[in-house]
């Protein structure tokens, strides 16, 4: 049986050296600080929760695989949020297609028909200043943080989410 270990109250430098131990308790913790935060980005990105759940799965093996390349230059939860978006973008490669909505317009509330605008907008618009976009204003990164997990100057991040914002505004004012 393996001992219990509570990395709640640990510094995030023990929690790496567990990591890097092959400790189960210490992916554990991290799964629990970081999984809904991830599941969230790999969802905005791939618009689909099965597929943002497998996205997740499959970047915490590969942080498993991989913890001893971990340099510390950011937090680890900006690390792995980093391997999830490298997960998503991976499988939007493969995939190739585009999931349209099938929404009969009478079915449609004032909300939900401004949601799927939005939605059809943001798939619209540049990849990257799309990535910038969800990652700041959906999920609350920060410009460094987004800067590291895109590995990009943090004046990159910051123009792209201004680029965003304008591509939106646009499209968005074109179908008024």
């Keep these: 049986m ?32 970081h999984g809904a935060r991830l599941k969230s980005v790999a969802y905005h990105l791939l618009r689909n929760r099965p597929d943002a759940e497998d996205a997740v799965q499959e970047a915490f093996l590969n942080a498993y695989r991989s913890v001893h390349g971990f340099r510390g230059e950011s937090t680890i939860g900006t690390w792995l949020c980093r391997i999830v978006v490298n997960v998503c973008n991976d499988k939007l490669r493969k995939d190739q ?5 099938a929404v009969e317009p009478e079915s449609v509330s004032p909300n939900r028909a401004l949601r799927i605008t939005l939605e059809d907008a943001l798939q619209r618009i540049h990849p990257k200043h799309r990535m910038v976009f969800l990652l700041f204003e959906a999920e609350g990164y920060t410009h460094s943080e987004i800067a590291s997990i895109l590995d990009i100057p943090e004046g990159t991040s910051k123009g792209w ?6 591509e939106l505004k646009r499209m968005l004012g074109a179908r008024k």
Excluded at 161 to 166: H, I, R, S
């Design 161 to 166: 989410l201004a680029d965003a914002k304008q």
């Design 2 to 33: 393996l001992p219990t270990v509570n990395f709640d109250k640990e510094s995030e430098r023990d929690l790496v050296t567990a990591c890097r131990q092959r400790e189960v308790a210490a992916f554990e913790t991290l799964y629990r600080r």
């Design 97 to 101: 297609k585009e999931v349209q909505l």
